[in-house]
C-alpha cells in the first residue's frame, strides 16, 4: 500500500509543471485527453470538484486506500505523458 498526502501531489506536479504553467497547460490537456475514462473520472472528481478520498471512494465503491492510490498512479500516468511530451518538443 501506498500513502498518498495531498501535499506530496501537490509538489508532484510542481515538480513536472515547474514555474511555467502556461507553457505546460497544452501538454496538460493533451494528457488528460490520453487517459482512459475511469482515469479520467478520478481527475475530475478529487482535483476539479474537490472531493476527499473518502468520498471519491464511495462513488466508486472503493476503499479510501485503493483511491488515494489510484489517485497516485493516474497522476504518475499523467506525469510520463507530459514528460515525454515535453521531451519529444524540444
Same mark, same amino acid.
Given at each position: 500500500?501506498?500513502?498518498?498526502?495531498?501535499?506530496? +501531489?501537490?509538489?508532484?506536479?510542481? /515538480?513536472?509543471? &515547474?514555474?511555467?504553467?502556461?507553457?505546460? *497547460? #497544452? @501538454?496538460?490537456?493533451? =494528457?488528460?485527453?490520453? +487517459?482512459?475514462?475511469?482515469?479520467? /473520472?478520478?481527475? &475530475?472528481?478529487?482535483?476539479?470538484?474537490? *472531493? #476527499? @478520498?473518502?468520498?471519491? =471512494?464511495?462513488?466508486?465503491?472503493?476503499?479510501?486506500?485503493?483511491?488515494?492510490?489510484?489517485?497516485?498512479?493516474?497522476?504518475? *500516468?499523467?506525469?510520463?505523458?507530459?514528460?515525454?511530451?515535453?521531451?519529444?518538443?524540444?
Amino acid at each position: 500500500m501506498v500513502s498518498v498526502e495531498e501535499s506530496n +501531489l501537490s509538489s508532484m506536479f510542481e /515538480e513536472v509543471l &515547474e514555474d511555467d504553467l502556461e507553457k505546460f *497547460r #497544452p @501538454f496538460l490537456i493533451s =494528457a488528460l485527453d490520453a +487517459l482512459k475514462e475511469a482515469d479520467l /473520472e478520478i481527475v &475530475e472528481m478529487r482535483f476539479f470538484e474537490q *472531493r #476527499p @478520498f473518502k468520498e471519491i =471512494a464511495e462513488v466508486l465503491n472503493i476503499t479510501e486506500s485503493n483511491a488515494k492510490v489510484r489517485t497516485y498512479r493516474v497522476l504518475e *500516468r499523467l506525469k510520463k505523458i507530459i514528460l515525454n511530451q515535453t521531451n519529444g518538443s524540444h
